[in-house]
C-alpha cells in the first residue's frame, strides 16, 4: 500500500518526540486524531447514492498456473518445484497494487493482499501481470491486458486466460461501502479542527473540507465543550444528523451530516475488513 496519512501523522509525532527531548521547541503541539465511527453494511442494503460508476472493487482472486514454462521448464531454479507467484495490476502502466509472494504453489490465492476500493476511470488500460518471484531473476507466468473491468463490474468475476497456459481470477464489482460521516478530526483546546475527508462519504458529498474548524455542534459552541463532550455529539447523533458551524476562513458555513454510505478508496486507507 501506498504510504498513509496515518504513517505520516505517526512519523511527525515521533520527530517531534525526539527534538522534544533534546530540548528543541520546533514542532507544534501534536494532537491526537479522532475518526468518525465507520462499520461495514449488511449485504443486499439499499444504498443512497450508489457508487460512482468509476469506483470499482478489485483484487486478484486466484491463479491456476501450468507446471512447465511454455518452453517444458521447471519454474524454480531454487527451492521446490512449483513458482513463488506474485500478482500485479497496472493501471495506465502505472502499479495500482501488488499481492504478497506465495511461495512453491501452481494455485496461489493470495490471502494477504489488499481488497479495496480503486478509482478506474472508463476506457482506463489496465493489465494484470504474474510472475514467479525468483532470487536469480523473475519469470513471466501472465502479461495480459484486460477488457472493460466496469462490464465485469456487473458479473462479479472476471476470467483472463494467459498466453503461456495460466488461467488468473480477478473479482471486479462495484464500490463497497462503509456506513458513517466519513471524516477525521482533532480536538485542539480552541475547538474542532478536521484532518481528513473521504470524498465519496456524506461529509465529503455536502463540502467538508480538510482544515475546516467546526465551531458548533447541535447548537453548542464547540470552544466551551470538554474533550469527550464533542466526540459524543457527533457519534450519538451520526443516525439522525449532526448539526454543526464550521469556520473556513472568514466564512461560517452550516452543515447537516448524516450517516450514510462512504466508498472509501484504497489510497485513502480503506480496505476490507481493515480501516489504516
Not at 517444458?72 to 495506465?92: H, I, S, Y
Not at 525468483?134 to 494467459?162: F, M, Y
Not at 469556520?247 to 458555513?253: A, P
Request: glycine letters at 8%; a neutral charge.
Amino acid at each position: 500500500m501506498n504510504f498513509s496519512p496515518a504513517s505520516a501523522r505517526v512519523s511527525r509525532t515521533l520527530a517531534c518526540a525526539l527534538l522534544a527531548l533534546f530540548g528543541s521547541s520546533a514542532c507544534a503541539a501534536v494532537f491526537p486524531e479522532v475518526k468518525t465511527p465507520l462499520k461495514t453494511l449488511d449485504e443486499g442494503s439499499e444504498l443512497a447514492p450508489p457508487p460512482p460508476d468509476d469506483l470499482l472493487y478489485l483484487y486478484v482472486q486466484s491463479a491456476d498456473i501450468p507446471e512447465k514454462t511454455r518452453d517444458g521448464r521447471g519454474w524454480d531454479a531454487v527451492g521446490g518445484e512449483a513458482p513463488d507467484p506474485v500478482a500485479k495490476v497496472f493501471l495506465n502502466d502505472v502499479e495500482l497494487f501488488r499481492t504478497e509472494v506465495e511461495a512453491n504453489t501452481f494455485k496461489p490465492t493470495w490471502p494477504e493482499q489488499p481488497k479495496a476500493n480503486y478509482r478506474i476511470p472508463l476506457h482506463s488500460k489496465v493489465r494484470v501481470e504474474v510472475w514467479d518471484s525468483n532470487a536469480i531473476h523473475n519469470l513471466p507466468i501472465c502479461v495480459k491486458k484486460l477488457r472493460s473491468l466496469h462490464d465485469a463490474s456487473l458479473t462479479g468475476d472476471l476470467a483472463v486466460l494467459c498466453n503461456g497456459g495460466a488461467r488468473v481470477i480477478l473479482t471486479v464489482a462495484p464500490a463497497r461501502p462503509m456506513l458513517g460521516l466519513g471524516f477525521f478530526y482533532e480536538l485542539h483546546s480552541r475547538g474542532v479542527a478536521v484532518t481528513r475527508v473521504f470524498q465519496e462519504s456524506p461529509a465529503g458529498r455536502a463540502g467538508m473540507k480538510k482544515g475546516d474548524e467546526i465551531i458548533e455542534l447541535m447548537g453548542k459552541a464547540v470552544k466551551g465543550l470538554n474533550k469527550g463532550e464533542a466526540q459524543s455529539l457527533v457519534n450519538a447523533n451520526a443516525s439522525i444528523g449532526v448539526q454543526m458551524i464550521l469556520k473556513r476562513g472568514t466564512e461560517e458555513i452550516s452543515l447537516k451530516l448524516k450517516r450514510g454510505p462512504v466508498y472509501g478508496t484504497a489510497q485513502e486507507g480503506i480496505s476490507f475488513g481493515e480501516l489504516n
